[in-house]
């Protein structure tokens, strides 16, 4: 692989910084990195917000870091300064308008010099447009009357753009300047809104060569992405399954971030996905910066974690090309424990899946459920996936209906999964509201209900339908509310969806990862109300002990086992300790 097992490890180098490169500055950057890492690429960039970097200093930058044994690729991004004597134009962070022609010029020039400089290159992911202009505005609505789009829409007519332009005014430039240049396109970690601005997956990943990840996480309470940390992972499982081998890896970096556990946790979610390299944006901003030396302990501690873990594995959430809707909340369940994976195409094959009201922009997808959980499938849907499927058919299938009414609660009915009604009434942390899922008594059952007063709402539903069965989830009007849910009634979730045949007993903020080899690792976030906790780790059927590969007993040398805590309704018990920000592998010994 390189200088490590599992994975490359890469980083960004910025126009700027080539366009004036010194010899002795970048020797005493590169020295930086290499007393905490072990770097084997650089992704170095000669276009950027209007700077085009000469052959000379490009070829000076080569020169250094291959002497230092590292790889040298390019990359590009597509962001610009307005062109001298024009009107400026409202352009968010400087992307281009696709409508200039002195814009496009720029873009086909820089492209065309890249692709001869290198024969792989990387494109950052502002390659997206948000362009408003009168051009922009006459290209729409000529592109909507042509194809009968009748509500003035941006969507349908950016995504047609921005293929166009992939092909026409980067691909075509670079492969008739290099016909073995090879072209990635990185996506951003805002997947709900791609669409909206023209970036097109569907399209573009028949057009590139190869795929890329961005896993920045941000600081969720004070700035404006609010993006759940378990992004970093699912997102790489997305891009994964939708084009098998060509997603080159995950980008993080460290802006926005305000403590060191935040910067690393993005490197730890994105190695949990078994990427190809590991990303980091971008040397200028991490040289001298004191999360490096952190990262460069924790990427041999990861190295030595992947060499155990099979593939991952988990409940399948169903997120169609160009869809929207109830963003991210399969993340937030994520951080709930629930270990989810993402897929653009519909998993009819999955032991489980997830379906939101992002899963519902396929205009066939009650037909896929039906056929789905009537052959034995399970599946779990959000309340947000079955309102709006409620005029499309999915009414055959549950008793559950929408009246627009809404409730607050924090006390709960939890039904356990042993003893016929066995109950439990935890309490949340605090209030929270849900859309009331009316349903009819013993056609639809209710297992967790929050309560107020004398009347109980649910909050997970099951459904049987044929052989199999849909469970229904009442989404908070705020999905962080999701972690104010007791931990019996995340249990119970759990519980209905396993992963690798386990699932987690525990608080929310802790996630599990699963593996197909029968190995996990389980991360609990590190946040200011963050305390060491205890986990039940339920097995199910009979395993002999937990068994921690990396660890070894401290007077024997011996590796770290655990012994049962209890067996008990065909399941084995475990526990363990768990503290904020430290991840733990475990592999299940004696399974069967």
């Excluded at 980083?11 to 590169?30: M, P, S, T």
């Excluded at 653009?344 to 789905?372: F, M, N």
Aim: glycine share 8%; with cysteine.
């Amino acid at each position: 692989m390189g200088n490590y097992r599992n994975f490359k490890l890469v980083y960004y180098f910025v126009a700027q910084a080539a366009a004036h490169a010194d010899r002795d500055r970048l020797e005493k950057g590169i020295r930086f990195f290499e007393r905490y890492m072990r770097p084997d690429k650089v992704y170095l960039e000669p276009y950027r917000s209007g700077v085009l970097a000469d052959a000379e200093h490009v070829e000076l930058c080569r020169e250094v870091f291959e002497k230092h044994g590292v790889e040298v690729a390019g990359g590009l991004t597509t962001t610009i300064r307005t062109p001298e004597g024009d009107e400026p134009k409202q352009r968010l962070m400087d992307t281009f308008c696709y409508n200039d022609e002195k814009m496009l010029a720029e873009l086909r020039k820089a492209s065309a010099f890249t692709g001869s400089r290198f024969n792989e290159f990387i494109m950052d992911d502002f390659f997206f447009t948000n362009c408003t202009c009168e051009a922009c505005r006459k290209g729409r609505d000529e592109y909507n009357r042509g194809h009968g789009i009748t509500d003035d829409s941006w969507k349908a007519y950016r995504l047609h753009l921005m293929e166009k332009v992939s092909r026409e005014d980067v691909i075509g430039p670079a492969k008739a300047a290099n016909p073995d240049c090879r072209i990635t396109i990185k996506y951003p970690n805002w997947a709900e809104s791609y669409q909206e601005t023209g970036y097109n997956p569907a399209a573009q990943r028949k057009l590139f060569d190869r795929i890329y990840t961005g896993t920045e996480a941000r600081d969720t309470v004070t700035t404006d992405q609010h993006l759940p940390r378990y992004l970093s992972y699912s997102l790489m499982t997305y891009f994964e399954n939708m084009w098998p081998g060509h997603n080159g890896g995950g980008w993080f970096d460290p802006f926005d971030l305000h403590i060191t556990e935040q910067y690393l946790e993005q490197a730890y979610l994105t190695a949990f996905s078994k990427p190809k390299e590991l990303m980091m944006f971008c040397f200028q901003a991490l040289e001298d910066n004191p999360f490096v030396p952190p990262l460069g302990y924790h990427l041999d501690k990861l190295d030595e974690i992947l060499d155990h873990c099979g593939n991952p594995v988990g409940i399948l959430c169903y997120l169609p090309d160009n869809s929207q809707g109830e963003d991210n909340v399969q993340d937030f369940l994520g951080m709930c424990g629930l270990p989810v994976k993402l897929t653009p195409y519909w998993p009819e094959q999955a032991e489980s899946i997830l379906l939101t009201r992002a899963s519902a922009c396929d205009p066939d997808v009650v037909e896929k459920l039906e056929k789905y959980v009537a052959a034995g499938g399970k599946a779990l849907v959000t309340s947000g996936f079955l309102e709006a499927t409620m005029d499309r058919g999915v009414q055959r299938m549950t008793s559950i209906r929408f009246t627009g009414r809404r409730i607050r609660g924090r006390n709960y009915r939890v039904e356990t999964a042993g003893e016929w009604h066995a109950v439990e009434y935890p309490k949340g942390t605090e209030e929270i509201g849900i859309p009331v899922c009316e349903f009819r008594n013993n056609a639809t059952w209710a297992l967790v209900k929050v309560a107020e007063s004398e009347e109980s709402f649910g909050v997970l539903l099951r459904d049987t339908y044929g052989k199999g069965q849909m469970w229904t989830l009442a989404v908070p009007d705020s999905f962080p509310d999701l972690y104010r849910l007791p931990g019996k009634a995340l249990t119970r979730i759990r519980r209905e969806f396993p992963a690798g045949g386990i699932y987690m007993e525990s608080r929310a903020g802790i996630s599990l990862f699963p593996y197909d080899n029968g190995t996990f690792i389980i991360y609990p976030y590190s946040t200011s109300q963050a305390q060491p906790a205890t986990v039940l780790i339920h097995v199910i059927g009979e395993a002999k002990a937990l068994e921690m590969p990396v660890r070894k007993h401290p007077v024997t040398g011996e590796t770290v086992r655990i012994e049962p805590l209890y067996r008990r309704n065909g399941e084995t018990v475990f526990e363990v300790r768990t503290v904020p920000g430290r991840y733990e592998l475990y592999r299940i010994a004696g399974r069967r």
